[in-house]
């Protein structure tokens, strides 16, 4: 039902920052509970932050304190805001949109962006 589009990766030195957007379209945001995870080469999909109906949010310890996940219900997105930036920050990252929380877990849903690759070089 939603469709979701990433956008904001680029290539950026450590130290550096970069600010991800989700947009969505064909269902509002409005009361979901929203996540980004990453992906690097090799590896599996790994969650980075969340934003459950309430704009409440946890972070996974690895990028607690440098990202922040916000949301704009009125522009219908989801932002990750990426700072202090490091080489191992490296991957594709991914929206999701209507996953559910047990506890401070979320479990995504199957409503993922295409994914937006940010590159940290040192």
């Known amino acids: 039902q939603v469709q979701l589009v990433e956008s904001g990766g680029g290539l950026v030195q450590a130290g550096g920052s970069l600010r991800l957007s989700c947009a969505a379209s064909?269902?509002?945001?409005?009361?979901?509970?929203n996540g980004w995870f990453r992906q690097a080469p090799g590896k599996s999909r790994e969650w980075v932050a969340g934003?459950?109906?309430?704009?409440?949010?946890n972070y996974a310890d690895s990028v607690k304190g440098r990202f922040t996940i916000s949301r704009d219900n009125a522009k219908n997105s989801v932002y990750l805001q990426m700072n202090s930036l490091k080489p191992e920050d490296t991957a594709v990252y991914y929206c999701?949109?209507?996953?559910?929380?047990?506890?401070?877990?979320?479990?995504?849903?199957?409503?993922w962006g295409q994914g937006t690759q940010v590159t940290v070089s040192s």
């Open positions: 999701n949109a209507g996953g559910s929380y047990i506890g401070v877990h979320y479990f995504p849903s199957g409503n």
């Open positions: 064909g269902s509002s945001l409005s009361f979901t509970a």
């Open positions: 934003i459950n109906s309430g704009g409440r949010t």
